[in-house]
């Protein structure tokens, strides 16, 4: 009698542990995805700076309920003009992305997401999915799920993780992760080519502990202590600007930069005397001000109007 109670003690702990089901959509983390150029000078990254995304809200669409997401943009720290390569900071404030909406059906362990132009959903992830399963991206390649097998990613939890082939020469195949979504990022096509298209960088937790990543987290941001210092007693006012606007600091002042969102460099200014700076020229518009002095560079945000 007792050998019979322990087995079946077995049996039930085996089959509750296969069951447990690591949520998709999960408020806690952060999802930070490259963006690959062939022939760029410093791969894998290209003229388009990488993006940290996480979830922001919630929206119902034919009664349904979607989730919209976030970005917060990167910052290229170089001084420009310069490539978009390492050391990056990342703002603080992020913006809504209307186009990526997703909703989770835990039961089902299936991720859809909702395309903006079309009006329709798709089957984005099956976590789910069994050995020679077919997932269809509409008219995007069609993908074979061809391996599945257990990982365990550094927050300690064991979820399956999906390999499969695809339809399309040149690629690479890919891969998906229960809970953490594919190699292109949380709502790319979980695909990448080589040295091409949106590559999966980190997902972290929102207090930066890393959850998964091929490589290091950081090495992306490498040096930012040295360079960027968010802590330093810098104000720009008014915020949001219409024409002018003034900076109130100690630190002494070499070089003022305004970066577009993607980085670039679109204006620069020696400093001189002056306390006022005129952005009229600039469209409405999210922009960064670099301002570099003799020990640090510190970069915030404005909104032009």
């Given at each position: 009698?007792?050998?019979?109670?322990?087995?079946?003690?077995?049996?039930?702990?085996?089959?509750?542990?296969?069951?447990?089901?690591?949520?998709?959509?999960?408020?806690?983390?952060?999802?930070?995805?490259?963006?690959?150029?062939?022939?760029?000078?410093?791969?894998?990254?290209?003229?388009?700076?990488?993006?940290r995304f996480s979830i922001s809200g919630d929206t119902t669409i034919n009664l349904m309920t979607y989730t919209f997401f976030k970005s917060y943009s990167y910052i290229n720290l170089n001084v420009q003009p310069a490539p978009n390569c390492p050391p990056f900071a990342i703002d603080t404030i992020p913006y809504q992305i209307n186009t990526a909406i997703m909703r989770e059906d835990t039961s089902l362990k299936k991720v859809y997401k909702y395309d903006v132009s079309s009006q329709q959903e798709l089957l984005w992830y099956d976590f789910n999915a069994q050995q020679g399963d077919t997932l269809f991206y509409g008219s995007n390649p069609y993908f074979i799920v061809d391996t599945i097998y257990n990982i365990i990613t550094l927050d300690g939890k064991t979820r399956k993780y999906f390999e499969y082939n695809n339809n399309m020469g040149?690629?690479?195949?890919?891969?998906?992760?229960?809970?953490?979504?594919?190699?292109?990022?949380?709502?790319?096509?979980?695909?990448?080519?080589?040295?091409?298209?949106?590559?999966?960088?980190?997902?972290?937790?929102t207090n930066q502990n890393t959850i998964y990543s091929q490589n290091s987290c950081y090495s992306f941001i490498t040096g930012i202590d040295n360079k960027f210092i968010?802590?330093?007693?810098?104000?720009?006012?008014p915020n949001p600007v219409s024409d002018y606007f003034t900076i109130d600091t100690e630190i002494d002042i070499n070089e003022i930069n305004i970066l577009d969102i993607s980085g670039k460099s679109i204006k620069s200014i020696i400093q001189t005397s002056t306390k006022a700076f005129s952005v009229s020229d600039l469209p409405s518009g999210i922009y960064f001000v670099k301002v570099i002095g003799k020990k640090h560079t510190i970069i915030r945000k404005i909104i032009k109007q």
């Open positions: 009698m007792k050998k019979i109670l322990f087995i079946c003690l077995i049996i039930i702990s085996t089959n509750s542990f296969s069951q447990s089901y690591h949520k998709f959509l999960d408020s806690n983390v952060f999802w930070d995805v490259g963006y690959a150029e062939m022939g760029y000078i410093c791969q894998p990254y290209g003229s388009t700076l990488p993006s040149g690629g690479l195949g890919g891969y998906y992760i229960e809970g953490l979504g594919g190699r292109g990022g949380p709502f790319s096509i979980p695909l990448s080519y080589f040295e091409a298209g949106s590559w999966l960088m980190c997902i972290s937790d968010e802590t330093s007693n810098i104000s720009i006012n």
